[in-house]
């Protein structure tokens, strides 16, 4: 099992950046293919990026594309999130999650606490 700890949100205005950290414990990291998702109030839990174990490989919703990065850094066992350029519609609970680079479910099966992030226009 992997334990997940979300860290980095906050307010921020219409424009501006923020940089989220996932940290995590348990196993080896790099075996851990790591997502971020997001829920704004009344809707789904969406995906947002994700990046493979080796960090090689990285996946973006389009409405992120070119605004936000996905990162990791394996021997700290964190993955990141910059966020740039943030509107208001980004406004939501963000989530880091990991599944077993092994695994063929599409699924997350772990989770971290979640962390707000409020875009102010």
């Known amino acids: 099992q992997v334990q997940l700890v979300d860290s980095g949100g906050g307010l921020v205005q219409a424009g501006g950046s923020l940089t989220l950290s996932c940290v995590a414990s348990?196993?080896?990291?790099?075996?851990?293919?790591m997502g971020w998702f997001r829920q704004a109030p009344g809707k789904e839990r969406e995906f947002v990026a994700a990046?493979?174990?080796?960090?090689?490989?990285?996946y973006y919703t389009d409405s992120v594309k070119d605004r936000f990065t996905i990162s990791r850094d394996n021997a700290k066992s964190a993955v990141f999130l910059q966020m740039k350029s943030l509107k208001p519609d980004d406004t939501a609970v963000y989530y880091c999650?990991?599944?077993?680079?092994?695994?063929?479910?599409?699924?997350?099966?772990?989770w971290g606490q979640g962390i707000q992030v409020t875009v102010s226009s």
């Open positions: 999650a990991a599944k077993s680079i092994t695994t063929t479910m599409a699924s997350y099966p772990y």
């Open positions: 348990g196993r080896t990291f790099s075996r851990y293919a």
């Open positions: 990046i493979s174990g080796s960090g090689g490989n990285t």
